[in-house]
T-cell receptor, first 116, second 114 residues
């Protein structure tokens, strides 16, 4: 059974600081996704990481994937209040088809609060 | 604009009643999914369907049923056999066979059963 673990689960940080969220998973996969969820809202896709060493950046967020270590990181640079949200990583356990055809397995999410 | 529509946004039911949650997409996606979200639990897969008239159980299918009669629609029925039905339910879709396609989510239905 695929397990996806995120840490930390809760993070309170100040604006302007840097921090990293970690996502570990238990079985071989080379497809990992990061999502953002605002309170009471749906999930918004942030990054799709498809191979070992993949790195994607969007604004103050940067995600990377190390398939050998079964680890992905989401790095926040110079945090701003608007980045306050819950961040989920999700792993595609299927060995074919792509696009999470058999459904993705999600971590429990990291609830991030950024204070002025 | 293309997207996924879930209705209703909020749903209240008495214990022992079956209830059906609607999910419609106009993205022309082949695959559709239902997830359940509980506080602090992340998302858990209930059912998914990769093609019309076919669907598979996810990790927590007990007490739920689905149908996929049309490509655009994937309704979820929460039956009276589901012991803890109160939760936030999210429907999603994706392009089957597309290696880099993430799941696209609807806005969710919050179900409260008393």
């Amino acid at each position: 059974e695929l397990k996806v673990e995120q840490n930390p689960l809760f993070l309170s940080m100040q604006e302007g600081k840097n921090y990293t969220i970690y996502c570990n998973y238990s079985t071989t996969s080379d497809r990992l996704y990061w999502y953002r969820q605002d309170p009471g809202k749906s999930l918004e896709s942030l990054f799709v990481l498809l191979s070992n060493g993949a790195v994607k950046q969007e604004g103050r967020l940067m995600a990377s994937l190390d398939t050998k270590a079964r680890l992905s990181t989401l790095h926040i640079t110079a945090a701003v209040h608007d980045l306050s949200a819950t961040y989920f990583c999700a792993v595609d356990p299927s060995s074919y088809s792509g696009g999470g055809a058999d459904g993705l397995t999600f971590g429990k999410g990291t609830h991030l609060i950024i204070q002025p | 604009d293309g997207g996924i529509t879930q209705s209703p946004k909020y749903l209240f039911r008495k214990e022992g009643q079956n209830v059906t949650l609607s999910c419609e997409q106009n993205l022309n996606h082949d695959a559709m999914y239902w997830y359940r979200q509980d506080p602090g639990q992340g998302l858990r897969l209930i059912y998914y369907s990769q093609i019309v008239n076919d669907f598979q159980k996810g990790d927590i299918a007990e007490g739920y049923s689905v149908s996929r009669e049309k490509k655009e629609s994937f309704p979820l029925t929460v039956t009276s056999a589901q012991k803890n039905p109160t939760a936030f339910y999210l429907c999603a879709s994706s392009i089957k066979g597309s290696y880099n396609s993430p799941l696209h989510f609807g806005n969710g239905t919050r179900l409260t059963v008393t």
